[in-house]
């Protein structure tokens, strides 16, 4: 059987400053030991369990994060920026997900590092009604591929989107007080209980209690954005429609091609960013 986890770095326990988030963060090294313990963590249990690979996608910043050497022979490691499909490339053909670290939406009251897939960018992405997060957005795709998500652990103020994932355990590895500062367990503690959970989700999916997360098609998305001027970038494209002056929607055939497009419109924006910037 193949795993597939996608690990962030704004969800995991203790990370609470921007310094933890980037390679010259003075906190970077410390993001980096924990990100990289806890998917072993994880790793070397779904091995216990009976697979034979696990395919982890490194899936913050500029994808580098978890440190290659300490991954067992059994893991194979998902790394660089830009790539198609981001958070979940190479997860076709897994048994199984799992999302590490993950954070909440934008605008949450009281979570860590809130934001939707580009926090410079966006503001809000809404898909077939639903305002997602990065975890149902890359559930949403998974599901199209029938992967199902077994097991989210992160910023409790995550927890909310599993109503939409009601088969996925949870573990919370902060509570938030504010976007810069939480509560976290001990790393030992969190351990324990990642193995204990991703026993049970194996159960689970065994006993075939695990859904992929499927959306009616066509797919319709709405963005908004922190700025006026990526959206008049992004009406560029003949199929996508401007709303107002930050807002622009636009429908796909698949989910797949939805993710695809959004990834190209936050290129387009942060690229607009830039060039105003300079």
């Known amino acids: 059987m193949r795993a597939f986890i996608s690990v962030d770095l704004e969800g995991l326990p203790y990370i609470v400053s921007r310094e933890h988030l980037f390679v010259k963060g003075a906190l970077y090294n410390e993001a980096r030991k924990v990100a990289t313990r806890i998917v072993r963590t994880v790793a070397e249990e779904l091995h216990a369990q009976g697979f034979e690979e696990v395919v982890v996608a490194d899936s913050h910043g500029p994808m580098v994060n978890v440190i290659p050497e300490e991954m067992p022979d059994f893991v194979s ?3 660089g920026f830009p790539r198609p499909l981001s958070m979940v490339a190479f997860a076709r053909g897994s048994d199984l997900a799992i999302f590490l670290g ?3 939406k934008a605008g949450t009251s009281y979570a860590t590092f809130d934001h939707t897939y580009s926090g410079a960018t966006i503001d809000r992405i809404t898909i077939n009604g639903i305002e997602i997060s990065e ?8 599901g199209e591929w029938e992967v199902p998500v077994g097991l989210v652990a992160g910023d409790e103020a995550l927890k909310k989107d599993l109503e939409l994932l009601p088969w996925a ?12 500062s939480a509560i976290s367990p001990s790393l030992k503690k969190i351990e324990d209980e990642l193995r204990e959970k991703t026993r049970i989700v194996v159960e689970k999916l065994e006993k075939k209690e695990l859904k992929p997360f499927t959306l009616e098609r066509p797919v319709k998305v709405e963005v908004r954005f922190l700025n006026s001027a990526y959206a008049e970038v992004a009406e560029l494209l003949p199929f996508v ?3 107002s002056g930050k807002e622009v929607e636009f429908t796909a055939e698949t989910m797949e091609n939805a993710y695809k497009i959004l990834e190209v419109l936050i290129f387009a924006a ?3 960013s830039y060039i105003t910037s300079r």
């Open 77 to 79: 490691l998902v790394r």
């Open 102 to 104: 993950y954070h909440a």
């Open 135 to 142: 975890c149902l957005m890359n559930a949403m795709l998974l």
């Open 169 to 180: 355990e949870f573990v919370t590895l902060k509570r938030a007080s504010g976007r810069y």
């Open 241 to 243: 429609h401007r709303k």
């Open 270 to 272: 942060a690229g607009v």
